[in-house]
């Protein structure tokens, strides 16, 4: 068991046949199983391309798995876990952050012309947070077998070979395939690479593992090194940030009269934050769907219009999808909506982005369902934030009898939002939503509480206000109330990451790993 303090930190990398085969997933179980242990351990990725990011205590954004596995590992997160963030903002550019700040939006040519500049920045990120932790689990991204990228990494063998570390080889084989994966993945290695690779793991297999067992011994035959384990299929109840997560299929309104509540997210092409709606597994009698055609929206109960990181294009996707003329239709026949980040911008009159920041078509029109514009400008607002519902914004609709909760969360978005008679959000007539400690007002309400945008991420986080507002629609469908879950949501991330820890412990060879960790073979 590795336990204790270290002169060097323990290394150990995992990387992947493909995106999306649960790197991010295995890198918070083996965080989880060693803090546990007492070990002090903490998650690395080089760069992360995400839309899912979060904000960490001192104002730098980072991917949102990272946060997500220093939540596991029991730590506070860093910019230094994630020091390249890539959110891409339309099909060819991304922007950049760099230590959790942004650096610039580029090309894919231009990024990779800045790489060495880059490697070094992720180095000296590295070795900071290594001196300061007795064990680092660093992720991968994608496949270290993308050859026509080989000369560019530092994500995959590129950094192992940087930080020296040794790397296990996740394959899943739920998506068919898993053996041909592996081998071809470890066969397009160089040599020197391929000394690198300690073992391999297996990951979401169902049913009879004896029948599989043939197979592992066959790949660990072709390619010499030994399976370190198989894990099972199940859901893991962790925050996710991978754009194929299964979450994210739309789906169309279920038949019956289960669940009781039906609440929509509409599925931008360049929605982010997706996260923000994990909390509705707390809630058995919602269901949570994501719908991008007018029919997969059907009439829900509630609406939700997600975080975007390009609003203008996402606007558009809107008009030409039919999605745009079916939500002001429901609007008009009183379906609530909520709006988050992007998806509050939306509700406005007028998205303008004189700059060019999000993209080039200047400006275009929102719902109008608040009377609101918004303007994009260079600065970047990035920070945590604590509000308080206010008076008028609880007396009516969604909010109702919620006054003086407090809400926290963290903000990234490039917009300011105002009246067009020139004050900032909220404004007459529409309520405030919230007002920080200082007074400022966050989001905005319309008078009768139906229609609710803000700015903050982690929005539904806050389990009593969500209660409170489920409550209220199930009071608009005549439906009994029900009393808020006895679990906080942080609790109920705790308890999974146990679960999560407990199913991997003992799916994988773990006194194995921890002579690969010690570098003993």
Same mark, same amino acid.
Not at 253 to 272: H, N, Q, Y
Not at 334 to 345: E, T
């Given at each position: ?76 997160? $860093? ?19 760099? !230590?959790?700040? #942004?650096?610039?939006?580029? $090309? ?103 029948? @599989? ?24 109840? #962790?925050?996710?940030?991978?754009? +194929? ?43 949570? =769907?994501?719908?991008? =055609? ?17 609003? +203008? ?41 004189? +700059? ?43 909010? =109702? ?15 300011? $939002? ?35 945008? $803000? ?6 986080? !806050? ?9 209220? @629609? ?46 003993? =073979?």
């Amino acid at each position: 068991m590795l336990r204790g303090k270290a002169k060097q930190a323990g290394k150990l990398m995992i990387q992947g046949t493909a995106s999306s085969v649960g790197k991010s997933l295995l890198v918070t179980a083996l965080c989880r199983i060693f803090a546990l242990r007492g070990v002090k351990v903490a998650p690395f990725k080089a760069q992360n391309m995400s839309l899912n990011s979060f904000i960490t205590p001192q104002g730098h954004e980072i991917g949102r798995a990272q946060a997500v596995q220093a939540e596991a590992a029991g730590i506070e997160p $860093s910019y230094l876990m994630n020091p390249i963030l890539l959110k891409p903002t339309d099909e060819c550019r991304s922007q950049v952050m760099v !230590n959790g700040v #942004i650096h610039a939006t580029l $090309s894919a040519r231009e990024y990779y012309d800045k790489k060495a500049e880059l490697a070094q920045e992720v180095a000296n990120a590295f070795k900071t947070l290594a001196k300061s932790h007795e064990l680092v689990i660093i992720e991968g991204a994608g496949s270290p077998a993308e050859i026509n990228l080989r000369e560019h990494d530092l994500v995959n063998m590129g950094l192992a070979e940087m930080i020296d570390a040794p790397v296990l080889l996740l394959g899943d084989i739920e998506r068919g395939g898993v053996f041909a994966s592996l081998f071809g993945t470890f066969k397009l290695l160089k040599k020197r690479e391929q000394r690198r690779v300690r073992g391999f793991v297996i990951n979401k297999f169902r049913g009879d593992l004896d029948i @599989l067992t043939p197979g592992i011994a066959e790949m660990e035959r072709l390619i010499g090194r030994r399976s370190l384990g198989v894990l099972p299929w199940f859901t893991p109840e #962790i925050d996710e940030e991978d754009s +194929l997560s299964e979450r994210l299929r739309p789906s169309a309104p279920r038949k019956g009269g289960v669940p009781e509540l039906d609440v929509a997210v509409i599925r931008l092409p360049f929605l982010s934050n997706y996260t923000d709606f994990s909390v509705f597994d707390l809630f058995p009698d919602v269901g949570l =769907r994501y719908a991008d =055609r007018p029919e997969t929206v059907g009439k829900p109960d509630l609406l939700i219009l997600p975080g975007s990181k390009n609003t +203008l294009k996402d606007l558009e996707f809107l008009r030409s999808s039919g999605l745009f003329g079916h939500i002001t239709r429901l609007r008009g026949a009183g379906v609530p909506i909520i709006g988050l980040c992007g998806g509050f911008q939306m509700l406005g009159r007028v998205v303008r982005d004189p +700059l060019g920041v999000e993209s080039g078509l200047g400006e275009a029109a929102g719902f109008g369902f608040l009377d609101m514009e918004t303007i994009f400008e260079e600065g970047k607002r990035a920070t945590q934030t604590r509000v308080r519902i206010g008076e008028q914004a609880a007396c009516a609709g969604l909010a =109702r009898g919620a006054e003086g909760l407090e809400l926290s969360g963290y903000e990234i978005h490039m917009g300011r $939002s105002f009246s067009r008679q020139g004050t900032f959000v909220p404004f007459a007539p529409f309520a405030p939503f919230a007002f920080d400690a200082d007074g400022g007002g966050e989001g905005a309400a319309n008078g009768d509480g139906t229609v609710i945008g $803000s700015y903050l991420h982690g929005f539904f986080d !806050n389990v009593d206000f969500t209660s409170i507002l489920l409550n209220n @629609l199930r009071r608009a469908k005549g439906l009994a109330q029900k009393a808020a879950p006895v679990l906080s949501y942080a609790d109920f991330r705790r308890r999974a990451y146990d679960r999560l820890a407990r199913i991997t412990e003992a799916s994988l060879d773990m006194e194995t790993i921890d002579k690969i960790i010690a570098n003993r =073979r």
